[in-house]
């Protein structure tokens, strides 16, 4: 329901953009509002899996996020919407950290790899759906509804989870820690002041000054961890976890792969609806073949390759990756201007692959040592740098999108965004290199 949610809107917003006016980069802030809090709280909302209780907290989360769905659907303007899309990814980071620490409450040896490898074919069916979902629905337009269906159809969506939610154990950290709320507070701070002056079509003097206000806090941040940790209170990020290199670089690795992902899918929705002017559906219809390919790769990679290939799959993933993108950039230096790139479809659908076979091996590899102490802040540290890789994605390759394409070059403004995604994903293949092993089949 989250990765649906995510992808169903960046599909439908230029068409929310049309509907309800404002600024062109109010189109990142649709993806954006709502994947920074879920970035900035999934540690905190892990924390709290592991003190109030995984199931309790799940329940409690659903149910808010199905509420602020409803407000978005109903939101009178760009500013209410925002902010209701903030909500959304608040309780977002409340239900996305008890997910995976279920599993490995209820799960062990090569179970445990078999159930977290299946989080790759859940990915490739909100892959799947999410972007033809948009488009179809608000192409049909249900009852005058047109965009505002996207956020209706999380409803229903919402009573089936809640109902499957009944056959959940529940499960809290044996050792009960406390809540570091002055930790929290100063990683979203310090997120946000680095991520928001990306969201637009330049970097000012000012930006780049808030940007390092961000690092500075981080900075202390770090300081505070270490000092929490010293004086034997719980703090917000397990020390256990940066003891080796391979956790930190799993965090690099997650970073740059969802910033490629995101950022370029929005890239593609901006360059189809805004550059070239084809309808919603199409568009969605466009992202289809990369839908597909994503889907039927982790299916295969989860239930299969994982288990016999390790690493050795991780990194085969990134290669095709590295192909789809290049050949992306292909289709568009091909393709006149005013014209559709007609071997985009193609090279999308190697993205597709490429993702879908990284995920499922990164998942489990990235999560095969943790410790049942620290699985509440791995799961929400992991999943906070996917979702902090989505803003950074959207944030910069929307913006380098639209600052070339402000000079009427929409298609070299695609094809320097498809460059930068490159050079990311470059960053992706070097940090999963860090993770360490030599593609033993045994590391999963």
């Not at 439908?12 to 649709?30: E, K, M, N, R």
């Not at 950290?173 to 990306?198: E, F, H, I, K, W």
Request: aromatic share 6%; charged share 10%; net charge positive.
């Amino acid at each position: 329901m989250n990765l649906l949610d995510a992808t169903v809107v960046q599909v439908a917003a230029p068409a929310i953009h049309a509907d309800l006016g404002g600024a062109v980069s109010d189109v990142q802030w649709f993806s954006a509002a709502y994947t920074l809090p879920f970035a900035v709280l999934l540690v905190t909302g892990g924390r709290l899996g592991d003190i109030v209780g995984r199931k309790r907290l799940f329940v409690a989360g659903v149910m808010g996020f199905t509420l602020a769905s409803v407000a978005c659907a109903l939101a009178p303007g760009v500013a209410a919407l925002i902010a209701f899309r903030a909500v959304q990814g608040a309780a977002a980071a409340v239900i996305v950290p008890q997910t995976i620490g279920l599993i490995k409450a209820m799960f062990s040896g090569a179970e445990m790899s078999r159930a977290l490898g299946s989080i790759g074919p859940v990915m490739g069916l909100a892959a799947v759906c999410g972007p033809v979902l948009g488009g179809v629905l608000t192409h049909a337009d249900l009852f005058g509804s047109s965009w505002r269906a996207v956020f209706l159809v999380n409803v229903p969506v919402a009573a089936v989870v809640l109902a499957s939610a009944r056959g959940l154990p529940e499960d809290r950290s044996p050792q009960r820690p406390t809540l570091d709320v002055t930790g929290t507070l100063l990683a979203m701070t310090g997120t946000a002041l680095l991520v928001l002056p990306l969201i637009g079509t330049g970097l000012s003097r000012q930006g780049c000054a808030t940007m390092a206000a961000g690092l500075a806090v981080l900075c202390v941040l770090a300081l505070h961890q270490r000092h929490v940790a010293a004086v034997g209170r719980t703090p917000l990020l397990e020390p256990g976890l940066f003891t080796h290199r391979a956790f930190p670089a799993a965090l690099v690795a997650s970073t740059a792969f969802f910033a490629v992902t995101n950022g370029l899918m929005t890239v593609v929705v901006l360059q189809l609806q805004l550059g070239l002017g084809t309808g919603v559906l199409e568009s969605g219809l466009s992202l289809a073949p990369w839908s597909l390919g994503l889907a039927a790769a982790s299916w295969v990679a989860g239930a299969h390759l994982v288990r016999r290939g390790g690493r050795r799959v991780m990194y085969g993933g990134l290669g095709v990756l590295l192909a789809g993108l290049c050949a992306c950039v292909a289709a568009y230096h091909v393709t006149g201007p005013g014209a559709y790139p007609k071997a985009l479809p193609l090279a999308l659908a190697l993205v597709g692959v490429g993702a879908g076979l990284f995920a499922p091996a990164f998942f489990t590899l990235a999560l095969a040592p943790v410790r049942p102490r620290e699985t509440g802040s791995a799961a929400g540290l992991l999943n906070a740098v996917q979702q902090l890789g989505a803003t950074l994605g959207v944030a910069v390759l929307g913006s380098v999108y639209l600052h070339e394409a402000v000079a009427g070059a929409s298609l070299r403004a695609a094809q320097v965004a498809c460059g930068v995604a490159v050079g990311l994903t470059g960053v992706a293949v070097a940090a999963s290199r860090a993770m360490g092993g030599r593609g033993r089949k045994d590391d999963c």
